[in-house]
C-alpha cells in the first residue's frame, strides 16, 4: 500500500523533531477534547431522551436502563410534530432558493458589473455586518404586517434573500472568476441575466453550497422571525412547535428532551451527507477570497 505523504504545515522529516513531536501531540489531544466538548450534549441529550421521568431525575449516569423506542414514539405522538417537518421544510427550501439568487444577483453586480457606485454599495453591505440583526426585527415585523404577509411563508424567505454575510461572499468569489468567460458571453449577445444564470451560477457550484448549507441550518433553527409570523396559524415551524410544547403544562423533562431530539435529527443528517462537500468548499472559497 502507498504510504501518504504528510501535506499539512508539518511535514513528515518534521517529525523526527522531540520538539515537533511533542507539540503535535499537544494539538492532537486539543483536537480531541474540542471534538469531546462539542459531541457529548448531543449525545447526552439522545440518551436522555430514553430515560423515563424517574429514572431522569434519580438517576446520576447518562447511560439509561434500557433503549426502548416507545417513549420517542409516545412523544411523537403527543408532539404532533409530521405537520410541522412539512412546515419547516417548504421554509427552509425557499430560504435557500432566495439566499443564492437575491444574494447572487447583488454580489454578481458588485463583483462583475460594478456599476457607478458599487463601491459605496459594498460598503454599505460590509457595515450592516456590524449591526446586531435583533434591532430590525420591530421595523420588519411592522412592514410584515402593513404588506399583509403575516402567516405566510413568504417572509421567512425574503429574510434570507437580504444577508450581507451571503452578499460579500459571493462577491469574493465572483472576483475570482475569469473575466474572459463573462466577455465571451456577452460577445454571443447573452443578457446579463442570461450571463448570471447560465455561466456565472454554474461555475459557483462551491460558494453556492456553502451558503446553500448555512442558509439550511439557519433557516431551519430560526425561531423568532417565524414565531412572530407563523405563531397564530397551523404553518407553525419544528422550532416554534416546540416552543409552544414545552409551555404546555402535561409536558415533562424527559419528554422535552425526547422533543429536542426529533428537531435535531435532519441538520445531523444533512451534515453526515455533506461534511465532504463542506470542507472542500470551504477551503477552496477561502483559497479563492
Known amino acids: 500500500m502507498k504510504k501518504v505523504p504528510f501535506t499539512g504545515v508539518i511535514r513528515e522529516y518534521d517529525l523526527h523533531s522531540p520538539s515537533v513531536k511533542i507539540g503535535y501531540a499537544v494539538i492532537i489531544l486539543l483536537c480531541l477534547l474540542m471534538v469531546v466538548l ?33 417513549p420517542f414514539a409516545l412523544t411523537w405522538s403527543q408532539l404532533g410534530i409530521a405537520k410541522n417537518y412539512l412546515n419547516s421544510l417548504i421554509s427552509v427550501v425557499g430560504s435557500v432558493v432566495c439566499a443564492l439568487i437575491f444574494n447572487g444577483l447583488l454580489g454578481y453586480g458588485i463583483g462583475i458589473l460594478k456599476p457607478k457606485g458599487h463601491g459605496v454599495v459594498k460598503k454599505l453591505v460590509m457595515l450592516s455586518l456590524l449591526m446586531p440583526a435583533t434591532i430590525s426585527i420591530v421595523p420588519l415585523f411592522m412592514n410584515i404586517q402593513k404588506l399583509r404577509l403575516g402567516n405566510s411563508f413568504v417572509p421567512l424567505w425574503l429574510s434570507y434573500g437580504a444577508n450581507a454575510m451571503y452578499v460579500i461572499l459571493f462577491v469574493q468569489f465572483f472576483e475570482s472568476l475569469p473575466l474572459s468567460i463573462i466577455e465571451a458571453s456577452r460577445i454571443d449577445g447573452a443578457s446579463q441575466l442570461q450571463t448570471f444564470f447560465r455561466i456565472v451560477l454554474p461555475l459557483s457550484k462551491p460558494i453556492c453550497a456553502v451558503i446553500a448549507i448555512f442558509a439550511v441550518n439557519a433557516a431551519w433553527s430560526d425561531f423568532l422571525l417565524p414565531y412572530l409570523v407563523l405563531r397564530g396559524g397551523d404553518k407553525q415551524t419544528v422550532m416554534v412547535r416546540l416552543f409552544v410544547f414545552s409551555t404546555e403544562q402535561t409536558v415533562n423533562a424527559d419528554t422535552m428532551m425526547r422533543s429536542v431530539v426529533f428537531s435535531m435529527i435532519p441538520p445531523i443528517i444533512l451534515f453526515f451527507i455533506f461534511q465532504k462537500q463542506l470542507t472542500e468548499n470551504a477551503v477552496s472559497v477561502g483559497i479563492k477570497g
Open 38 to 70: 462539542a459531541v457529548f450534549p448531543l449525545v447526552w441529550v439522545v440518551l436522555a431522551g430514553f430515560k423515563t421521568l424517574k429514572e431522569f431525575v434519580s438517576s446520576t449516569s447518562i447511560r439509561p436502563e434500557s433503549f426502548s423506542l416507545e
